[in-house]
């Protein structure tokens, strides 16, 4: 069906925040290929006028920051709307490229979509968190010679993502965190996602590597990993992933883009309240154990799932992004945010 389309205020944005198996599986949900999952036609009677369908994209839709997208899906959150959602897996930065063009919102990270606006594309708008907090880990293989931060020596590997990303950036503070030298002393190996990542590290291509929620809370519960240390510990205000759109899909497809933040929120709510619920959900969604899922819920603050932008968390993943050299000079936050739930 043809959507419709409205003008998207910072009002209607507001109102809508408020709205209120094991190791090869998991493998598979966090990023080893291209997946996409879709809400099927809201058929229900009385449902809410249908405002057609979009595609999101999002990248490794199996992690931890995508749960509230896949967690609203299978709850019925976007139906409710009369919305259909098609999840794209989609990787990195094109993410961003993907809201330039045919989508109406995604959801890339924080840091690169603040370094794609600093560079230019000054249309990105970001509007609510998926999930706020540093959610990257650092492990590695169990009997291995690294069981903390002051295990690393000279001369070692860490497994980063790409440059100019979280994973990268945390991994140059654990190695300064150990008093060492990035590059200098240990090196940072760029292996893309997490579990092309993690297989380099069982290999011994790196000591430690990174990883994310559900991943390594299988490896862990597996004992095929230790955890050496967690992103949060240098980055007590961060916001991992963020829906971002563009100023010209708000005004051509605001309705469509309001029905996902307001979705997004529900699944926050559910995240908070009932984690059970919400594990169950998740699990379904991203075709993981739901052992796993729960395990992983549980092991996260419940202040990840907050619906509105912290302003702070913006402005260190800005730091974070000079820190890189990816930006530099001031970063335009009050446009940038000019739409965001706040």
């Known amino acids: 069906m043809t959507p419709t389309h409205a003008t998207f205020t910072r009002r209607s944005l507001l109102q809508a925040a408020g709205l209120g198996a094991l190791a090869l599986p998991v493998l598979a949900a966090c990023g080893g290929g291209p997946s996409s999952s879709s809400a099927p036609a809201d058929t229900r009677s009385g449902a809410a006028r249908s405002l057609g369908s979009v595609n999101l994209p999002a990248p490794s839709l199996g992690l931890l920051y995508n749960a509230p997208l896949q967690i609203a899906l299978v709850r019925g959150f976007f139906d409710e709307a009369g919305l259909t959602v098609q999840l794209a ?134 004992g095929e990993a230790v955890r050496v240390a967690l992103a949060s510990e240098f980055a007590p205000a961060w916001m991992d992933n963020v829906l971002t759109t563009t100023q010209a899909k708000l005004d051509s497809q605001g309705d469509q883009v309001a029905a996902v933040v307001a979705g997004v929120a529900k699944a926050h709510a559910l995240l908070r309240d009932d984690p059970e619920v919400a594990a169950a959900a998740w699990a379904k969604g991203a075709k993981i154990d739901p052992a796993v899922a729960l395990a992983a819920i549980k092991d996260t603050p419940a202040t990840a799932w907050n619906a509105k932008i912290n302003r702070t968390a913006v402005e260190a993943c800005a730091e974070a992004a000079r820190t890189l050299g990816s930006v530099s000079g001031d970063v335009d936050l009050d446009l940038l945010l000019s739409s965001a739930s706040t």
């Not at 070692?156 to 300064?176: C, E, H, Q, S, W």
């Not at 893309?192 to 490896?219: E, F, H, I, M």
Request: hydrophobic share 40%.
């Open 89 to 222: 897996d989609v990787v990195g930065t094109d993410v961003i490229r993907s809201i330039q063009g045919q989508s109406a919102v995604g959801n890339p990270g924080a840091l690169p979509s603040i370094v794609a606006f600093s560079k230019g594309l000054k249309e990105l708008r970001m509007l609510a968190p998926t999930y706020s907090g540093a959610e990257n880990t650092f492990i590695a293989p169990t009997g291995g010679k690294v069981k903390s931060f002051a295990d690393l020596r000279k001369g070692m590997k860490i497994g980063g993502a790409v440059p100019a990303t979280p994973p990268n950036y945390f991994a140059d503070a654990l190695i300064r965190k150990a008093g060492l030298g990035p590059s200098r002393d240990v090196e940072i190996v760029s292996l893309g996602r997490a579990p092309d990542a993690w297989t380099a590290a069982k290999n011994g291509l790196v000591d430690v590597t990174w990883s994310n929620p559900p991943l390594d809370t299988q490896l862990i519960a597996s």
